[in-house]
């Protein structure tokens, strides 16, 4: 067996150590919250006509939402990956579902275990391989997390809860899996309180399937409303109904047990001192478009939720403008705790935006692969694969995308048309922009090494704890 965890993360180079004082004079604590395919949109205080999300709201009356926030890859296994590292797809090798997180990348959790913090993971880590539900051993695969609840892949949910505890045993409680989830990481905090601790937890849903618990199924199908740019196939579709409604129930069953994240650090004085964060690892199409789930570069699948909360450091009820992606949470999160980032990041520290600095951010990069979109099981499979790598470059006004063979597939001017409804590649009064904008995001992707326009290579499905030493040596 490789190595501990806590004896991996020693090895983060120097750069990486040490806590900076804060106000305080103590370390801060981090909670990190993730969930699996929530869109950008579906909040009450993002205006959706439909969904009730009263704890979400309270989270943004106590510090920063930021409106412009992207997937760096929409899809689970890749977002997750960058989100952990602060490294793009074609870096760290994750480009789809389902293969192994290298041994040899550095992740913000090792940084956490080096400076002296308890480090925990609940839930879907789904960046160990194929393995569902799939145990992860201590060592190298946690990847700086030192004791682990949680499981590789796999939604079970109303009931039928399982994870695997930190020693290995599969518990299947008979309760809605994020309730559960949720309590295991306040018992994690309340046994760390006095103790610097870095909790990730991560829920499964609003991911399909599209099921709640009796208690959260109060969206009457029939009464829904669809955005824009659903067309009437959709709208007419009892099934698709039938999902919008699940969906929705899970976000508002999803908001309450934000609500109980909340109560427990404010009753066990805790809140002044814990880095609340939130977001998603992709969104949801639901219909727009006449497309379903993820992996497209269209607004419901990559613009994500992003919130932060530290009372005292951040201020409440912000509404950050600032372009921010998932390669930038490594290196925010890192400043705002007083550590320094290892070598390779490729994010940008965004924390002066939250903390009344100016943190310009010029573009946003994202890359991933197309599939057809269409639902074929609603139980997982999201569509068929047809092979084209993409890239995307937005900026505060405008989204240009392009496939591997350097087609310009979509522009569209974000300020004026959200929905994303025209499409303007091809046309006469936008063909400076489109061309500026071509150009800017090949001048980033060659400073980033992305081999764009030829395929990324993909990470391993499996490493071997000897090839695991040896990438770390």
Not at 124 to 140: R, T, Y
Not at 185 to 194: C, E, G, L, P
Not at 219 to 234: G, M, Q
Not at 375 to 384: E, L
Request: proline content about 7%.
């Amino acid at each position: 067996m490789a190595a501990s965890a806590s004896a991996a993360a020693s090895r983060v180079p120097a750069a990486g150590l040490g806590i900076s004082p804060g106000p305080t004079q103590k370390p801060t604590n981090v909670l990190f919250v993730l969930a699996d395919q929530w869109r950008f949109s579906a909040f009450s205080h993002a205006g959706d006509p439909v969904v009730n999300t009263p704890h979400f709201d309270q989270l943004c009356e106590r510090g920063a939402r930021f409106t412009h926030a992207y997937a760096a890859n929409p899809v689970c296994t890749p977002n997750r990956s960058c989100i952990f590292t602060g490294r793009y797809s074609h870096q760290h090798g994750m480009i789809f579902n389902n293969i192994t997180l290298p041994p040899s990348e550095r992740t913000i959790a090792e940084v956490f275990a080096s400076a002296g913090y308890a480090t925990h993971y609940v839930g879907k880590f789904h960046i160990d391989g194929a393995a569902m539900p799939g145990f992860v051993p201590p060592g190298w695969r946690r990847h700086g997390f030192q004791t682990f609840e949680g499981f590789n892949r796999g939604h079970w949910y109303p009931t039928g809860a399982q994870y695997f505890d930190n020693e290995g045993h599969l518990i299947k409680p008979n309760v809605y899996q994020p309730t559960h989830q949720t309590d295991l990481a306040i018992d994690f905090m309340k046994r760390n309180r006095n103790h610097p601790f870095f909790c990730f937890l991560s829920w499964g849903p609003p991911h399909q399937p599209y099921r709640t618990t009796k208690e959260w199924s109060i969206y009457d199908p029939a009464k829904l409303e669809f955005r824009p740019n659903v067309p009437a196939e959709v709208r007419n579709d009892p099934k698709a109904r039938k999902w919008m409604a699940g969906y929705y129930g899970s976000c508002s069953a999803l908001d309450h047990e934000m609500g109980r994240l909340i109560r427990f650090l404010d009753e066990n004085d805790l809140a002044d001192n814990t880095l609340l964060v939130f977001t998603s690892d992709h969104g949801d199409m639901l219909g727009s478009h006449g497309l379903f789930y993820k992996e497209k570069p269209e607004e419901e699948s990559m613009h994500i939720p992003l919130y932060m909360s530290l009372p005292g450091r951040i201020r409440g009820r912000q509404s950050v403008e600032t372009l921010a992606s998932s390669v930038d949470l490594t290196p925010t999160i890192l400043e705002l705790c007083g550590l320094r980032p290892y070598a390779g990041i490729a994010g940008r520290d965004i924390s002066g935006a939250v903390l009344g600095r100016n943190s310009k951010v010029d573009f946003i990069y994202a890359q991933g692969a197309m599939t057809d979109g269409k639902p074929r099981d609603i139980d997982g499979s999201w569509g068929v694969m047809d092979g084209k790598e993409w890239r995307a470059f937005v900026t505060s006004t405008h989204k240009i995308v392009q496939t591997i063979d350097l087609k310009t597939v979509a522009l569209f001017d974000l300020e004026n048309d959200p929905y994303e409804m025209k499409n303007l590649v091809g046309e006469r009064s936008t063909a400076a922009l489109e061309k500026d904008l071509r150009a800017r995001m090949h001048r980033w992707g060659r400073e980033i090494n992305d081999p764009f326009p030829h395929l990324s290579k993909p990470a391993k499905p499996f490493y071997t704890d000897q090839e695991a030493t040896a990438a770390r040596a």
